[in-house]
């Protein structure tokens, strides 16, 4: 019998999700569908409602319901509890399971197709919103020695707060040393407004990979990488990889990644 998934969003047409599942599914002979569903915007809980009772197995969620998706699962994972956003739900039964994969999808492109293993090495995380929390605590687990920043320093230092057993460092831009990092993640959603956040240029180096949440465009982070002679990374990795952690979590199955993100980046 035929399995159906879906991501749900607002807007949701551009979501590249649909196209990524198919592939995987293909890949690997499961039998499932996969389709873009926009829910409205004061419906979340009714979209998974009809989803649940018309016999759908699990979804994604983007934006804007991560925070929605959350409060409806009636059990977590420890990645989704420090996120604080759930990203995957998998119907079963009576139960709601959330799950947020996006910090292990980050930490797959990273470790795995870009091959620099974060075991003590030195990771600035810029920004203190939705897109930093979730990828926390799998950097953390991989063993990086991690630094928080934000344009409003007391937010980046409530994240630290929230990891009271981690040696994390976290505060504002300016208080940053002139050391460069070995790797510089942007998290922040500066990229969309052209905007560059107030990082040190001595952050970077030739030596640093700098990774930015952000694809399809050129941010004014990337291009500064660009200057700094540092190894340059986009987020189309790890759109693929938290897909393919959730095809996992679904289907018990890893899919191979790398087929796949040459074939996005192609198109
Ligand atoms: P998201 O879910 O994408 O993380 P968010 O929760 O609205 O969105 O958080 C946006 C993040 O980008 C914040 O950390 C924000 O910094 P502030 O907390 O100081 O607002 C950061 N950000 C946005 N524009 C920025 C800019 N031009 N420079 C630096 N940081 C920026």
């Known amino acids: 019998m035929t399995d159906h998934y879906a991501v749900i969003g607002h807007p949701v047409a551009h979501s590249k999700s649909p196209l990524i599942h198919a592939l995987f599914a293909a890949q690997t002979g499961q039998d499932m569908t996969y389709e873009a569903i ?3 915007l004061g ?7 009809r989803l649940r009772s018309a016999g759908f197995r699990g979804c994604n969620v983007t934006v804007p319901f991560k925070f929605e998706a959350f409060k409806l699962a009636t059990r977590r994972s420890a990645r989704a509890e420090s996120a604080q956003a759930v990203n995957t739900l998998n ?11 996006d ?3 980050l930490v797959r492109d990273i470790e795995n197709n870009l ?3 974060l075991q003590g090495r030195r990771v600035l995380l810029m920004g203190a919103g939705g897109a930093a929390y979730g990828v926390v605590l799998p950097l953390l687990q991989a063993g990086a020695n991690l630094t928080v920043v934000n344009r409003t320093p007391e937010k980046a230092i409530a994240l630290a707060e929230t990891f009271p057993d981690a040696a994390i460092q976290a505060g504002g831009y300016a208080a940053l040393d002139a050391s460069p990092f070995d790797v510089v993640i942007n998290a922040t959603s500066s990229g969309l407004t052209d905007e560059l956040p107030p990082l040190p240029e001595t952050a970077l180096s030739s030596a640093t990979l700098a990774y930015d949440m952000m694809y ?3 941010t004014p982070f ?5 200057t700094r002679g540092a190894r340059i990374a986009d987020g189309l990795g790890m759109l693929v990889e938290q897909a393919a952690e959730a095809f996992f979590v679904w289907r018990g199955v890893r899919p191979d990644t790398q087929t796949v993100l040459s074939q996005l980046r192609k198109t």
Do not use: H, Y
């Open 222 to 226: 990337i291009a500064l990488a660009r």
């Open 38 to 40: 926009e829910a409205p």
């Open 91 to 101: 119907f079963s039964g009576e139960v709601i399971e959330g799950d947020n994969t």
């Open 216 to 218: 399809g465009r050129e």
């Open 115 to 117: 091959g620099i293993m």
């Open 103 to 105: 910090g292990a999808g």
């Open 43 to 49: 419906d979340f809980t009714g979209t998974v409602a």
